[in-house]
């Protein structure tokens, strides 16, 4: 589908990021996937450090091609106050301003959210932090996995020897996800009373959002959520069971589904309404038992074929694949969601953002090289050629 002009959602909306690693730039993304002009501010010769994380990508860093695609790429120095000048001059014409700085820095820099909302009433101002405003870890460094041990996301990941991290960045996306919700009702909130707004994003909170099961389990009933690796601590049966050729994952979420899988796949109606398997907290209590139970069945299919008899009967279940098979995953291939996006590099494949409008499909613009519209973003704000010249002899604008 090709977009209509003037049809995606913020088309004619400009944000202004003052950002680096994941966080923001995930929040940013979006909305620049939805039309917004988010003009990214990068240090001269360095750019945003993710752009340092690895090669893998035609030499081009994997985070930074999943983050940035659609922004324009504005080089300066923001020690100088001719880059400091430049940046708020931006940001006086924007409507959203995004900064993950670290504490206090964006303030010392001259772009403390008072004074930016002070002089722009209209202004949305969305500052992303590690452990938030205020607090003991205030001004302590905060990467995803410190967030993930210090909220207690770890303690309920991994297998019962051994915790570990999730393999994506949890705490940076859920930070970034809810930046951009915060900011999408921002906006809707102006056009109904004109009023701007100051947004404090944390991933501590953000994290600590998503640990609401285990947390309330330990709060109330004194119990720490086990790590069961595939497993589920509240369910069972649901985990991975060997196969003849492989494993496939189980998802039985009530009794009712139970009785299906014993009676309609397994064959076995006698353990529908065993005494010690008949309800969710019986079988959770019997883990062990029920596992070898439903493994000793599983055994007798192939993955095929028991994923066939599995979702005849209505059974949640899902092959367990490897990045191989996300890329080749028929639900992305029939259903058309590659895409090509450019870069300096070349054409790179990616996929289709997850909001799907009926109307108009998402832009995905191009990965912007390091400042590669840092003299587009200067004419706009009245620099001639020889300003730009001058300021990039100086090293001020790169």
């Known amino acids: 589908m090709e977009n ?15 950002e680096q690693a994941v966080a923001a730039p995930l929040a940013t993304r979006h909305l620049a996937d939805m039309g917004a002009r988010v003009i990214k501010v990068e240090r001269v010769g360095e750019g945003d450090f993710a752009r340092n994380y690895d090669d893998a990508v035609f030499g081009e860093a994997s985070h930074f091609v999943w983050l940035n695609r659609g922004k324009e790429s504005f080089c300066v120095d923001l020690k100088s106050e001719v880059g400091r000048d430049a940046v708020l001059r931006l940001i006086a014409s924007a409507d959203v301003f995004v900064q993950n700085l670290a504490p206090d ?76 919700t915060s900011i999408l009702s921002a906006l809707f ?62 998802g039985v979420q009530n009794d009712r589904g139970w009785r299906q899988l014993v009676t309609e796949v397994f064959a076995r109606p006698e353990l529908a309404d065993h005494p010690r ?70 054409q790179i494949s990616a996929v289709l953002p997850p909001m799907t409008f009926a109307d108009v499909e998402m832009r995905m613009g191009d990965i912007p090289a390091l400042g590669e519209h840092t003299d587009q973003v200067l004419g706009e704000l009245g620099c001639s050629a020889a300003d730009i010249a001058a300021m990039r002899k100086a090293g001020v604008v790169g």
């Not at 460094?141 to 393999?167: H, N, R």
């Not at 909130?189 to 501590?204: L, Y």
């Not at 979702?311 to 969601?337: C, T, V």
Request: charged share 20%; aromatic share 6%.
């Open 4 to 18: 209509d002009p003037g049809t995606l959602p913020l088309d004619g909306i400009t944000v202004v990021a003052l």
């Open 105 to 180: 820095a964006a303030s010392r820099l001259g772009f403390g959210t008072e004074a930016l909302r002070a002089e722009h009433t209209a202004l949305i101002v969305a500052n992303m932090s590690g452990y938030g405003t205020a607090g003991p870890r205030r001004e302590r460094k905060a990467y995803d996995m410190l967030v993930q041990a210090e909220t207690g996301m770890i303690s309920v990941t991994g297998t019962p020897e051994t915790a570990t991290k999730t393999g994506v960045p949890v705490s940076d996306i859920a930070a970034g996800m809810y930046a951009l």
């Open 189 to 250: 909130r102006r056009e109904r009373t004109g009023a701007g707004a100051q947004i404090d994003v944390s991933m501590f909170d953000a994290t600590a959002e998503w640990l609401g099961h285990p947390m309330y389990m330990k709060m109330y009933a004194d119990r720490q959520i086990p790590r069961v690796g595939l497993g589920h601590a509240a369910i069972v049966p649901y985990d991975a069971y060997p196969t003849l050729d492989g494993n496939i994952l189980i």
């Open 277 to 346: 398997y008949a309800t969710n907290m019986l079988r959770v209590q019997h883990r062990e038992e029920v596992d070898a139970l439903v493994a000793e069945e599983t055994r007798k299919f192939t993955c095929a074929a028991l994923d066939q008899a599995l979702a005849d009967a209505g059974i949640p279940a899902a092959e367990l694949n490897d990045m191989g098979g996300l890329i080749d995953h028929p639900q992305l291939k029939e259903r058309d969601r590659w895409r090509q996006v450019g870069s300096e590099v070349g």
